[in-house]
C-alpha cells in the first residue's frame, strides 16, 4: 500500500520547525548508495566506491548505517505528530509499515525470477524494516536512559557472543566471513535463503541484525537531543562531540573486535553512527540553522522518495543485467563496452555509466517531487 499525500508533505514544507537537513542527509545517502551500487563493471571499481572485503570501513560502507541512523530519527519526529492517537491504531501503523517494508524487500530479492527454494529472506528493506519496527516501540514505550542502557547492552552482548562464543561443531574460536556464530545462525535458521554470494551467511543476517538495532537507537536519542535543542533555540554542539567520541571508542575498540559492516560489529557500529552524527551536524548548521538551503535541491527529491528510488534502481539494474543479448552478454556490458568503455579507462567507464544511472534514477524522482508526489509506506 502506497499513498499519494500532497497535503500533508505541503505542510510539513512549510516553516513550521521541519528539519531540512534530515531530507538532505537522506536523500544524499541514496543517491551515493546508488552510485556506488551501479557500477559499469565491478572489476574496475575503486575501493572506496566498495565495500571492505572484510574487516575495515570505507565510504561505502557508510551508507547502511546512515539509512538505520535515519530511521532512528523520522521515528522520534514522526511519534511526536502521533501522541494524541489511540494506541491501536498506532500499533497496527507500526507494524503495517514493519511488514510492508519486509514483503517490498523480499519482491527485489526475487526479481524477475522468483525461486521460492533459494529465495533470499534477509535484505536492506528487511533488516530497515526490523529496526523500525523496534525503535518505533521502543521510543514510544521507554525511557532514554532505558534505550541509553540497552545499546550498551545490545554492543556488549553481541561482542561477547562473536568473539568469545564457539559455534556448535567448531573446534576453535575464529571470527572468521564462514565460521564465526553470526554465520552458524545464519546457515542453521536460513539454510539455502541467505545471499548467494555469500552463503552460507548473509551481511543482513539474524544475529546481526542486534547491533543494527543499536544503529537505530543511536539516532533515536541523537533526536532527543537535537529536539531539545531546538526547543530551547540554541545551536547544538553536543552531536560533534558526541560523533568524535564515537568514533574514538570505535577505533578503541576496533583492536579487539575489528569494525566490520557484514558482522555489523559494535565497533562498527560506534564508528559509523559517530560520522553519522557529524554529518548530521554540519547538515544542520549550514542548512537550518544558517538558511544555505539551495544546496539541499538536488538531494531533496532523492530523500523524499527514498524508497521508490532505491526500488527503481534495484528493478533497472536487476532488468538489463538479465536481458541477455546474446551467450554471456547483456544489456548492461553491451552498454558499458559500447557507450563508455569505447572512449574511456575502464575505471573512468565504470564510474560514468554509476553517475549516468543515478541521474537516469534521479529523473523520474525529481518529476514526482516537483508535481508533490511522494510515496510512502504504509
Same mark, same amino acid.
Given at each position: 500500500?502506497?499513498?499519494?499525500?500532497?497535503?500533508?508533505? !505541503?505542510?510539513?514544507?512549510?516553516? @513550521? #520547525?521541519?528539519?531540512?537537513?534530515?531530507?538532505? !542527509?537522506? #536523500?544524499?545517502?541514496?543517491?551515493?548508495?546508488?552510485?556506488?551500487?551501479?557500477?559499469?563493471?565491478?572489476?574496475?571499481?575503486?575501493?572506496?566506491?566498495?565495500?571492505?572485503?572484510?574487516?575495515?570501513?570505507?565510504?561505502?560502507?557508510?551508507?547502511?548505517?546512515?539509512?538505520?541512523?535515519?530511521?532512528?530519527?523520522?521515528?522520534?519526529?514522526?511519534?511526536?505528530?502521533?501522541?494524541?492517537?489511540?494506541?491501536? $491504531?498506532?500499533?497496527?501503523?507500526?507494524?503495517?509499515?514493519? *511488514?510492508?517494508?519486509?514483503? =517490498?524487500?523480499?519482491?527485489? @530479492?526475487?526479481?524477475?525470477?522468483?525461486?521460492?527454494?533459494?529465495?533470499?529472506?534477509?535484505?536492506?528493506?528487511?533488516?530497515?524494516? =526490523?529496526?523500525?519496527?523496534?525503535?518505533?516501540?521502543?521510543?514510544?514505550?521507554?525511557?532514554?536512559?532505558?534505550?541509553?542502557?540497552?545499546?550498551?547492552?545490545?554492543?556488549?552482548?553481541? &561482542?561477547?557472543?562473536? /568473539?568469545?562464543?564457539?559455534?556448535?561443531? !567448531?573446534?576453535?574460536?575464529?571470527?572468521?566471513?564462514?565460521?564465526?556464530?553470526?554465520?552458524?545462525?545464519?546457515?542453521?535458521?536460513?539454510?539455502?535463503?541467505?545471499?548467494?554470494?555469500?552463503?552460507? &551467511?548473509?551481511?543482513?543476517?539474524?544475529?546481526?541484525?542486534?547491533?543494527?538495532?543499536?544503529?537505530?537507537?543511536?539516532?533515536?536519542?541523537?533526536?532527543?537531543?537535537?529536539?531539545?535543542?531546538?526547543?530551547?533555540?540554541?545551536?547544538?554542539?553536543?552531536?560533534?562531540?558526541?560523533?568524535?567520541?564515537?568514533?574514538?571508542?570505535?577505533? /578503541?575498540?576496533?583492536? *579487539?573486535?575489528?569494525?566490520?559492516?557484514?558482522?555489523?560489529?559494535?565497533?562498527?557500529?560506534?564508528?559509523?553512527?559517530?560520522?553519522?552524527?557529524?554529518?548530521?551536524?554540519?547538515?544542520?548548521?549550514? =542548512?537550518?540553522?544558517?538558511?544555505? $538551503?539551495?544546496?539541499?535541491k538536488p538531494f531533496l527529491a532523492f530523500g523524499n522518495n527514498a524508497i521508490t528510488a532505491y526500488i527503481i534502481s534495484e528493478v533497472l539494474?536487476?532488468?538489463?543485467?538479465?536481458?541477455?543479448?546474446?551467450?554471456?552478454?547483456?544489456? $548492461?556490458?553491451?552498454?558499458?563496452?559500447h557507450c563508455f568503455a569505447s572512449w574511456l579507462s575502464p575505471y573512468g567507464a565504470s564510474h560514468l555509466m554509476a553517475f549516468v544511472f543515478?541521474?537516469?534514477?534521479?529523473?523520474?524522482?525529481? &518529476? !514526482?517531487? $516537483?508535481?508533490?508526489?511522494?510515496?510512502?509506506?504504509?
Amino acid at each position: 500500500y502506497v499513498s499519494f499525500d500532497k497535503n500533508e508533505f !505541503m505542510a510539513e514544507q512549510l516553516k @513550521n #520547525g521541519r528539519i531540512t537537513s534530515i531530507d538532505f !542527509m537522506r #536523500g544524499l545517502t541514496v543517491a551515493f548508495m546508488i552510485f556506488v551500487n551501479s557500477p559499469g563493471s565491478w572489476d574496475y571499481v575503486y575501493p572506496w566506491f566498495a565495500h571492505a572485503k572484510w574487516n575495515g570501513c570505507t565510504p561505502t560502507d557508510l551508507v547502511f548505517p546512515f539509512f538505520l541512523f535515519i530511521v532512528g530519527l523520522s521515528v522520534y519526529f514522526s511519534n511526536t505528530s502521533t501522541k494524541e492517537q489511540a494506541e491501536f $491504531k498506532i500499533i497496527c501503523r507500526f507494524l503495517k509499515r514493519a *511488514i510492508q517494508l519486509f514483503f =517490498i524487500g523480499l519482491l527485489i @530479492n526475487g526479481f524477475p525470477f522468483y525461486h521460492l527454494s533459494t529465495l533470499r529472506i534477509p535484505g536492506v528493506l528487511q533488516r530497515i524494516s =526490523i529496526v523500525f519496527l523496534v525503535c518505533s516501540f521502543l521510543n514510544r514505550y521507554t525511557s532514554r536512559s532505558f534505550q541509553f542502557i540497552l545499546i550498551l547492552v545490545l554492543l556488549v552482548g553481541y &561482542w561477547v557472543l562473536i /568473539c568469545f562464543t564457539k559455534p556448535p561443531g !567448531m573446534y576453535t574460536l575464529n571470527p572468521e566471513p564462514t565460521t564465526n556464530l553470526s554465520a552458524w545462525v545464519d546457515g542453521y535458521l536460513l539454510k539455502n535463503h541467505v545471499w548467494t554470494q555469500t552463503k552460507p &551467511w548473509d551481511p543482513e543476517g539474524v544475529l546481526s541484525t542486534l547491533p543494527a538495532i543499536a544503529s537505530g537507537l543511536i539516532g533515536v536519542l541523537t533526536a532527543s537531543s537535537l529536539q531539545q535543542v531546538r526547543e530551547k533555540k540554541r545551536s547544538i554542539y553536543e552531536l560533534p562531540i558526541i560523533g568524535i567520541l564515537l568514533i574514538l571508542l570505535g577505533i /578503541c575498540w576496533n583492536n *579487539i573486535f575489528p569494525i566490520n559492516k557484514n558482522l555489523w560489529s559494535s565497533s562498527y557500529v560506534l564508528y559509523t553512527s559517530g560520522i553519522a552524527q557529524f554529518v548530521l551536524w554540519i547538515s544542520y548548521r549550514v =542548512i537550518d540553522e544558517q538558511g544555505y $538551503k539551495n544546496i539541499t535541491k538536488p538531494f531533496l527529491a532523492f530523500g523524499n522518495n527514498a524508497i521508490t528510488a532505491y526500488i527503481i534502481s534495484e528493478v533497472l539494474e536487476a532488468s538489463w543485467n538479465v536481458i541477455q543479448l546474446k551467450e554471456s552478454y547483456s544489456l $548492461k556490458v553491451w552498454v558499458f563496452d559500447h557507450c563508455f568503455a569505447s572512449w574511456l579507462s575502464p575505471y573512468g567507464a565504470s564510474h560514468l555509466m554509476a553517475f549516468v544511472f543515478t541521474g537516469i534514477i534521479y529523473l523520474p524522482i525529481y &518529476w !514526482m517531487y $516537483k508535481r508533490r508526489i511522494f510515496i510512502k509506506i504504509g
